[in-house]
């Protein structure tokens, strides 16, 4: 049911993103889609550090998730592409634990010895 349910969100926020770009007539470009994907990471992280409006933190992610589509799309990622490696990388962390893992000296967590 989880993957069913990533699945649909995903796709509906990817083919938001295609209905977006098309209502401008706008054909993903790296440089911009880079550009504006800075931008709306600098602005997720200054909500972030501000600290007092969760609404607006959350917005900045939505809006970095957008973008992050973007980046994809004028690299020709598809929204199957996106939603294949979203699994992996939900799998992959799912069998992360503390044998094999540890928080890092950056607060990452990484496989333990690197």
Known sequence: M???DLTD???????STLDFYA???VT???DTSTRVFREEVDELIEAAHDGTDLTHIAEEAA????????LCLANGVNADMIIEQTRAVIAKNDAKTHDTHEINSYGKIARKGN
């Open 63 to 70: 809006d970095v998730f957008v973008t992050a589509i973007g």
């Open 9 to 15: 969100s995903l796709r509906a926020l990817i083919q």
């Open 23 to 25: 209502r401008f007539d």
């Open 2 to 4: 989880q993957q069913r």
């Open 28 to 30: 993903p470009e790296l």
